[in-house]
């Protein structure tokens, strides 16, 4: 199973980026998919996660700009955030619940990582 991110990028604050990730491979299923960051210097922080119903949710400090969505059919996210600040710079990381066969157990699996930058 891979998962490939991509869409990260340098951009001033206020603007926007759209990331994408899709997972591929020999996947039975999926179940919850969403996004960490790690600011510089900083640990690994939740962002926003999405349920195979849509259900979303957040962290306070992205609520209200980031907007996470899934394709069920294409095993595949976005992570559309709005108003950028210089403290959302970080390295963006997608994840995916995945289970392999049927009666396989959930493990989690990680996109490489693509960089967003926010300049004052």
């Known amino acids: 199973v891979q998962l490939q991110a991509s869409g990260g990028g340098l951009v001033e604050a206020g603007g926007s980026l759209t990331l994408s990730c899709a997972a591929s491979?020999?996947?039975?299923?999926?179940?919850?998919m969403g996004w960490y960051r790690q600011p510089p210097g900083k640990r690994r922080e939740l962002v926003a996660t999405?349920?195979?119903?849509?259900?979303?949710s957040y962290s306070d400090s992205v609520k209200d700009r980031f907007t996470v969505t899934r394709d069920n059919a294409k095993n595949s996210i976005w992570l559309r955030m709005n108003s950028l600040k210089p403290e959302d710079t970080a390295v963006y990381y997608c994840?995916?619940?995945?289970?392999?066969?049927?009666?396989?157990?959930?493990?989690?699996?990680w996109g490489q990582g693509t960089q967003v930058t926010v300049s004052s």
């Open positions: 994840y995916a619940a995945v289970q392999l066969a049927a009666t396989t157990d959930w493990d989690d699996y």
């Open positions: 491979g020999s996947i039975w299923s999926i179940k919850g």
């Open positions: 999405i349920s195979p119903s849509q259900q979303e």
